[in-house]
């Protein structure tokens, strides 16, 4: 399995910005389509952001478009989340994952193994 280290999350006001990331090991990263997730306390996990092998395609969940921005550094093996004007509603656990087998896949958030992944904690 791809190892996935999601890191940068913590406490921001309302209004601020957070920038989270997702490092992926392996050497075929570059081939994933990957995506965010994040779960709320009572609540199931769902999608946030999604992004091609190729960085030309992304989706956003409506609650967050306009305000969030998926993005990659395949030479890097990370994937990031930029998170501007968050809102106490975006407080949760953030997870990232992907497959090979397109953006339409990943968005589904059917995965097996997930990671750690890392607390946002929005204040108003």
């Known amino acids: 399995q791809v190892q996935l280290v999601e890191s940068g999350g913590g406490l921001v006001q309302a209004g601020g910005s957070l920038r989270l990331s997702c490092a992926a090991s392996?050497?075929?990263?570059?081939?994933?389509?990957m995506g965010w997730f994040r779960q709320a306390p009572g609540k199931e996990r769902e999608f946030v952001a999604a992004?091609?092998?190729?960085?030309?395609?992304?989706y956003y969940a409506d609650s967050v478009k306009g305000r969030f921005t998926i993005s990659r550094d395949n030479a890097k093996n990370t994937v990031y989340l930029q998170m501007n004007s968050p809102k106490p509603e975006d407080t949760a656990v953030y997870y990232c994952?992907?497959?090979?087998?397109?953006?339409?896949?990943?968005?589904?958030?059917?995965?097996?193994?997930w990671g750690q992944g890392t607390q946002v904690t929005v204040s108003s």
């Open positions: 994952n992907g497959d090979r087998y397109g953006v339409d896949s990943t968005k589904k958030g059917k995965f097996d193994y």
């Open positions: 992004i091609s092998w190729s960085g030309s395609i992304t």
């Open positions: 392996g050497r075929t990263f570059s081939s994933y389509a």
